[in-house]
């Protein structure tokens, strides 16, 4: 009996322990819920660039770099730029944001993007405009923000500006170097800047003496040649427009209110001849004492009807004429003739910048003569990797660089009379101390000192001051010492009917 009491109490505890585990009153279960998923919201932050330049005594109210919009369009905010950069973000409550569209006002379809920022070039239309970015996150479920985040740029368009490209015109400080030469054609270069972006400037303008006969570029250009310009005296004008139709300042070359410069006029010469001669020693340029020697000598050879000369100005001398600053148009100067007479001394010149223009000269064809006699104390010395002539090695060849009148300098024209023809002196004393040039490969020597025991002048041996390069289908003649110092035989002018081919 008592076993059968014991089997049922075992029976009614099972039963009553498999209730309550299945009950689980320590963990009730959740009622369903009834909430829905929830879509993300959007917000936009952007730098705010004005578009108005700031006077003495004017200031801005900014609080904090950047500007935080929600939904709104900014009233108040003064006219921007038309190039914005605008950064986005979303906030999901119940999800992960996976992307954005945004869409412009001017858009008729927004644009998916997982990125969260970027810069956009506004399209200028018109003088003034409002422009609306509408930004709308969405989530890993689809969801997209019903309520776009929504950022309005009121729109002013400001005027692009040119200025002429830094160190492509000279500038004059001195009353003296008042004109710019040029022959017929003139290159001009500038820079273009607008607070709107360089893309919205589209119209490039420019006249020659004449504001009402405008002639048009692309606004992408950057430069100009000015070609076939009649002789006498000239003024270049420019302007820049955008897309919208604002134009910019006139700048003009020359400017007779710039301040910073004196240079007053543009003076255009006609080529004259076949013969060019070019004064490359600016301290020249004041007593011409050198630049008339060589013209009486070409007045006898080919007439003053027969040659043109170009001076080249330095850094105190003739300033308004120094070197162009386009290859093009040194390289345009020399073409238009078929001799060129090139002569420096002493001082800095403008070799490195001609050479590769003086290459092009001899290799179509051009005769060029270079006197260049540079002093050994300058630091500007004869440079074995210039094109338009082959050098093999310079060096000092005086220690004091005095060589007294009536020494000889040899010619080594593989002619016994022809040497002696052009066999040249020394007509003045040369105080300077200057280089002596071995020929290259491709060179053959045309001049050399006498050899020292002849003389009492301060070297050694036979220094070489000349050589003749072929290049192409010209030819370039180099010499180390100036020519204005080597006229004792008065025969200079057979030397240069000789080197150019100039018959009697």
């Not at 009996?1 to 099972?14: E, G, H």
């Not at 009402?212 to 570029?217: F, R, S």
């Not at 030819?475 to 100036?482: E, I, L």
């Not at 057979?494 to 080197?499: E, I």
């Amino acid at each position: 009996m008592n076993k059968i009491k014991r089997t049922i109490f075992s029976i009614i505890l099972a039963v009553v322990l498999l209730s309550l585990a299945a009950c689980n009153l320590f963990h009730p279960p959740l009622p369903p819920s009834t909430a829905e998923n929830l879509p993300p919201e959007t917000h936009i932050s952007f730098f705010y660039h004005p578009d108005t330049t700031l006077g003495p005594g004017d200031y801005w109210i900014n609080n904090g770099d950047t500007t935080w919009v929600l939904d709104t369009l900014i009233l108040g905010l003064d006219t921007t730029v038309s190039v914005q950069e605008v950064h986005w973000w979303g906030d999901d409550p119940d999800g992960n944001v996976i992307g954005y569209y945004y869409r412009w006002s001017y858009m008729d379809t927004a644009i998916f993007t997982q990125d969260e920022s970027a810069i956009f070039y506004l399209p200028l239309r018109t003088q003034f405009d409002i422009y609306s970015l509408h930004v709308q996150a969405m989530d890993n479920d689809s969801l997209i923000d019903p309520s776009a985040a929504v950022v309005s740029f009121p729109i002013f368009n400001s005027p692009p500006e040119v200025e002429w490209k830094l160190n492509s015109l000279p500038i004059s400080t001195r009353t003296e170097d008042s004109l710019h030469y040029s022959f017929t054609h003139h290159s001009f270069f500038w820079d273009i800047s607008d607070i709107d972006g360089q893309q919205t400037v589209t119209d490039i303008y420019y006249a020659v003496d004449d504001t009402t006969n405008w002639q048009w570029l692309d606004g992408e250009e950057r430069q100009v040649m000015i070609t076939d310009i009649p002789a006498g005296k000239h003024r270049f004008y420019l302007k820049v427009k955008d897309i919208a139709g604002a134009e910019s300042n006139i700048i003009s070359f020359p400017d007779p209110n710039n301040d910073d410069s004196m240079i007053k006029s543009w003076i255009v010469k006609e080529p004259i001849g076949e013969v060019l001669i070019v004064n490359d020693f600016a301290g020249d340029q004041v007593a011409y004492e050198h630049q008339n020697l060589y013209k009486g000598v070409f007045d006898g050879i080919v007439g003053s009807s027969g040659y043109s000369v170009w001076e080249i100005g330095g850094a105190s001398t003739n300033t308004a004429n120094i070197i162009p600053y386009s290859p093009e148009d040194i390289e345009l100067n020399l073409s238009t003739f078929s001799k060129v007479f090139w002569f420096t001394f002493r001082g800095s010149n403008s070799l490195n910048d001609a050479s590769l223009a003086l290459t092009h000269f001899v290799r179509d064809g051009g005769t060029l003569f270079m006197d260049n006699a540079q002093k050994v104390a300058t630091g500007s010395r004869p440079d074995t990797i210039w094109t338009f002539t082959d050098i093999d090695t310079v060096y000092q060849y005086s220690r004091t660089g005095r060589i007294y009148t009536g020494v000889n300098i040899e010619g080594n024209w593989d002619d016994t009379t022809l040497n002696n023809d052009l066999e040249l002196q020394v007509s003045s004393t040369l105080a300077d101390k200057l280089y002596a040039i071995e020929p290259g490969s491709t060179s053959t020597l045309r001049y050399f000192f006498e050899h020292d025991s002849l003389n009492t002048s301060d070297y050694t041996g036979t220094p070489p001051v000349m050589i003749e390069t072929p290049i192409g289908t010209g030819k370039c003649y180099y010499m180390s010492v100036p020519l204005y110092y080597l006229n004792g035989n008065n025969n200079l002018d057979d030397l240069f009917r000789h080197v150019f081919g100039i018959n009697e």
